[in-house]
T-cell receptor, first 116, second 113 residues
Framework: GAVVSQHPSWVICKSGTSVKIECRSLDFQATTMFWYRQFPKQSLMLMATSNEGSKATYEQGVEKDKFLINHASLTLSTLTVTSAHPEDSSFYIC????????????FGNGTRLTVT | GDSVTQMEGPVTLSEEAFLTINCTYTATGYPSLFWYVQYPGEGLQLLLKATKADDKGSNKGFEATYRKETTSFHLEKGSVQVSDSAVYFCALKGNQAGTALIFGKGTTLSVSS
């Protein structure tokens, strides 16, 4: 089946630094990618939707200058957490969809970010 | 807006016990409904889905029926196994093409032998 690779699986960084998370579709072209964030014991919250070649659409309350999303190709989207702070520590998951709008979603394994 | 509410966990069961994880939703129109499972150390996987009222999704012994009258999509399994231990997420997708999934908070299931 379709595979979405997310890297890194975990990262620890110091406060004030930036961290980039990659999401790759390995065997299909991902026309749309979604970035989610999960706090402990909370639901997956949609952060943004990105379509290849266009600017990401951010959900209300998500700072687009802090969470930079780039979807430059049909197989790669990146999420950069800029000037990270401890409150940004969370589990970030990407998902990707190819083809038409109702095609199946495929998820990455997630990235555990810890900001010290 | 659309939302999903699922029962709080953790749920702890013995092997071969009956499982129910409740899920209700609020949505306009006719969403599609999903159950995803996340095994320890792995990513989310689609477990089953239903796209219209009265549809029953099933997979690996799990079932859920789309009940529009009660806006519910409860997950059931007649006899759980230790290998079913995971986090289960109920989710919905609006009927507009291209919309993202909206998830519930997840329910942790722990099955002991």
């Amino acid at each position: 089946g379709a595979v979405v690779s997310q890297h890194p699986s975990w990262v620890i960084c110091k406060s004030g630094t930036s961290v980039k998370i990659e999401c790759r579709s390995l065997d299909f072209q991902a026309t749309t990618m979604f970035w989610y964030r999960q706090f402990p014991k909370q639901s997956l919250m949609l952060m943004a939707t990105s379509n290849e070649g266009s600017k990401a659409t951010y959900e209300q309350g998500v700072e687009k200058d802090k969470f930079l999303i780039n979807h430059a190709s049909l197989t790669l989207s990146t999420l950069t957490v800029t000037s990270a702070h401890p409150e940004d520590s969370s589990f970030y998951i990407c998902s990707a969809r190819g083809g038409q709008g109702n095609s199946p979603l495929h998820f990455g394994n997630g990235t555990r970010l810890t900001v010290t | 807006g659309d939302s999903v509410t699922q029962m709080e966990g953790p749920v702890t069961l013995s092997e071969e016990a009956f499982l129910t994880i409740n899920c209700t939703y609020t949505a306009t129109g006719y969403p599609s409904l999903f159950w995803y499972v996340q095994y320890p150390g792995e990513g989310l996987q689609l477990l089953l889905k239903a796209t219209k009222a009265d549809d029953k999704g099933s997979n690996k012994g799990f079932e859920a029926t789309y009940r529009k009258e009660t806006t519910s999509f409860h997950l059931e399994k007649g006899s759980v196994q230790v290998s079913d231990s995971a986090v289960y997420f109920c989710a919905l997708k609006g009927n507009q093409a291209g919309t993202a999934l909206i998830f519930g908070k997840g329910t942790t299931l722990s099955v002991s032998s």
